[in-house]
Structure formats: structure tokens, C-alpha cells
């Protein structure tokens, strides 16, 4: 076991805090209870922390009332890991029941708390209900209505505890060490899918409990599609090569890449390189609680205008990052977040180049106090050459 690691899980006395800043939460928007039912929100308020979510067959909810704990409303199959959590009051069915998979118990559960017309749900960006439509217009009906829960949600998970951040801290570690041993386990002739599964296997090495996003692409002397899945082509001197990775440790992401070249690169693949590296010191210098969003965008985007770029289309130079891979907030144009301490967040600025080719580069940091604390150990300011 790696010594350095956090502990993993978190104390009850961390679930009683996020339950209680919850709550004020709602209070102030005059909501009686909340209803989430997406694995990130039911883990971040319980502490439930299952692969069984990747099966789609069941509902899964927990309601927040007033005052006092979570309540679980979960089918009886996760009823034993649900009740080896802080959580007391766990109601369970037999699932899947589809004629009342849980609808039943949850309504009776809602009124109980209060559902008088001021339930609350996320509705807004990043969030989804994972019920059938049909269930939730029962629910919605026997409630009296529901309210718009987003920003009580966006505001609990975007500031991280110390706790969080030292899982972040620990994955982003790993991970670069990871990249860092890549000049020494790729080379030419390896073919894309066999350059993945090696990476793969490093991160997994390192000590990465999962690895369950990882994109990027291999071109001659370009490239222009850095999220494809990998293909049988083989890599070639002069090839650049980027690798995207979200790999875990005990839940929490990191999220950042790292670009290669083989044997050489031409002059306009290492200006490209410079800008974003250059762009990515100005985000790091535009950091702090107070700043925005968009004044992290601007900061990196102004570096990218003066070094030629032909454009950047994908929405976004960043984001909030947590218990999944991509959080709120945006660093876009027009975003305004303010920026507070103790967010997660990535930089990732990018700009085409040349005609089909794309360079990108991401990092992940905490905001603290007095600026941006980086997580993942910086990269080289010259394109690395393998």
C-alpha cells in the first residue's frame, strides 16, 4: 500500500458538514427537503460508493430534510453498503418492481418531510434525473410541485474540503508520474491501441484505481481529433501524440494531457506547444478568489490571439473538476463564475495551428488564497521529444 496515500472514505463528521451547509442552503431558498438521485450527489451526501451504478435498471434516491440526516430511498439490493455508512434511516423495495420501482415509498417518504410544493431537485446544466419521466410526473404531482436545486447543488460540490483536494492531490500525482515514464515505455512501430493499453497499464501501475477516461490521438505532424478512440495505425517518426487522461483515486478525477513528438517535430508543432504551455502560465497568473471565470478565459485566450491562433471551437478552456470528470464551472467567454477558494479546477487552453492540426494543453489546480496551487507537476515548456 502506498503510504502516501489519503485515507480513503471520510469521516462522518465531513458528511455532517456538507448535510448542514445543505441545509442552509435550502433554507434560504425555501425549500423543505431536496431530492437528488445521480450517483455523484447521493455518494457526495452519504457516502454510498458502488460500481452498481453502471447498471441502468434501478432507482436510486436520497431526500434531505430540514433538519436531520439523509434519508436513503434505495432498492434492497443496496441496502447492506448503504447502511455501512454514516446514514441511519435507510427505506428500501424489492427492484425492479416496474409498476412502483420506489415511487410509492419516496412520495410517502417526501410528505413526511414536508412536500408541500417547496421539494427541491437539480434541473439546471451538468445534472439529469435518472428516474422514468413517468415517475417523476408522479412525483411532481403528489409534491405539489418541485423546485429548481441546481445552484444549491453547485454550490456545496464546486468548493472542495481538504479532505477532497487530498485525493485530487494524490490521483493528479500518480498520474504525472505516469506521463513522466511514457519517453520510456512508447516508441515507434507500436500501433495507437497498443500505445493505450501500455499507458493504461502505467497509470494503473502508479497506483490509479481506475482509469475511466482516457482519449487522444497519434498524427504526422499534427493533429486534429484529440478525442477519438485509439486505432490500429502505426506511430511514425515525426508523429505527435496526445494523451488525455481521467484516471481516479477513491472516486475523485484528475484531468489533465500531456503532448509528445517522436523522433522530431517541425518549428510550427513547437510554437504551437509554447503558446498553450505560455496561455496555460497566464491562466495560472489570472487565478485567485475574486477572479472569474471569463477572466481566466480572457488571460489565456489573449496569449493564444498573439501567438496566430486560427481559432478554438470547443466551448471551453477549463472546468471545474471533482467526482466526476468535467464539474461546474466553464472558463468561457461569458461564464462570470467567481472564482472562490478551495475550487478544483483545470486549464485547458487549445487553438489550431495549421489546417487540421489542433494543439491542447491542460492542467489541474486548487485556488487557494493567494493563487493557484497545481496538483499535476507542471509540464516541460518545450514539446518533449521521444
Not at 277 to 301: C, H, K, Q, Y
Not at 328 to 333: G, I, L, Q, V
Amino acid at each position: 500500500m502506498d503510504q502516501s496515500a489519503p485515507p480513503r472514505g471520510f469521516t462522518d463528521d465531513e458528511f455532517a458538514h456538507r448535510t448542514e451547509r445543505c441545509q442552509q442552503l435550502m433554507a434560504e431558498r425555501g425549500m423543505s427537503a431536496l431530492l437528488v438521485c445521480t450517483e455523484p450527489e447521493v455518494r457526495y451526501l452519504t457516502g454510498f460508493f458502488t460500481p452498481f451504478w453502471q447498471s441502468p435498471t434501478r432507482p436510486w434516491f436520497t431526500v434531505v430534510p430540514s433538519v436531520g440526516k439523509p434519508i436513503a430511498v434505495i432498492p434492497s439490493i443496496g441496502g447492506p453498503s448503504m447502511r455501512a455508512t454514516w446514514i441511519d434511516d435507510v427505506r428500501t423495495w424489492s427492484s425492479p418492481r416496474p409498476l412502483d420501482d420506489g415511487v410509492s415509498l419516496l412520495i410517502a417518504t417526501l410528505r413526511e418531510v414536508g412536500g408541500d410544493g417547496s421539494v427541491g431537485l437539480p434541473m439546471g446544466p451538468e445534472t439529469h434525473v435518472r428516474m422514468p419521466l413517468k415517475d417523476l410526473d408522479l412525483v411532481r404531482e403528489a409534491v405539489g410541485g418541485l423546485l429548481d436545486a441546481t445552484d444549491v447543488i453547485t454550490s456545496l460540490r464546486m468548493v472542495k474540503s481538504e479532505a477532497e483536494i487530498a485525493k485530487h492531490r494524490h490521483i493528479c500525482g500518480l498520474v504525472s508520474s505516469a506521463f513522466e515514464a511514457l519517453p520510456s515505455i512508447l516508441s515507434t512501430g507500436m500501433t495507437e491501441r497498443e500505445a493505450f493499453r501500455t499507458f493504461r497499464e502505467e497509470l494503473l501501475r502508479q497506483g490509479a484505481d481506475d482509469v475511466p477516461y482516457l482519449v487522444g490521438a497519434t498524427g504526422p505532424g499534427g493533429i486534429d481529433d484529440i478525442i477519438r478512440q485509439p486505432s490500429d495505425r502505426e506511430i511514425d517518426a515525426g508523429d505527435l501524440l496526445i494523451f488525455d487522461t481521467g484516471s481516479t483515486y477513491d472516486g475523485y478525477f484528475s484531468d489533465f494531457d500531456r503532448n509528445f513528438a517522436f523522433g522530431h517535430a517541425d518549428q510550427g508543432a513547437k510554437d504551437a506547444y509554447r503558446a498553450v504551455w505560455e496561455a496555460t502560465e497566464a491562466g495560472l497568473e489570472a487565478i485567485r478568489p475574486g477572479a472569474t471565470t471569463t477572466d481566466v478565459f480572457s488571460a489565456m485566450n489573449a496569449v493564444l490571439k498573439a501567438n496566430g491562433s486560427l481559432g478554438n471551437d470547443v466551448g471551453r478552456m477549463g472546468h471545474g473538476l471533482g467526482m466526476q470528470v468535467t464539474e461546474w464551472p466553464s472558463h468561457t467567454a461569458d461564464d462570470e463564475t467567481e472564482l472562490l477558494e478551495n475550487m478544483v479546477l483545470t486549464l485547458e487552453p487549445g487553438l489550431v495551428w495549421a489546417p487540421g492540426k489542433a494543439m491542447v494543453h491542460e492542467e489541474n489546480l486548487v485556488v487557494r488564497a493567494d493563487g493557484a496551487e497545481l496538483l499535476s507537476r507542471r509540464a516541460a515548456p518545450e514539446l518533449p521529444i521521444i
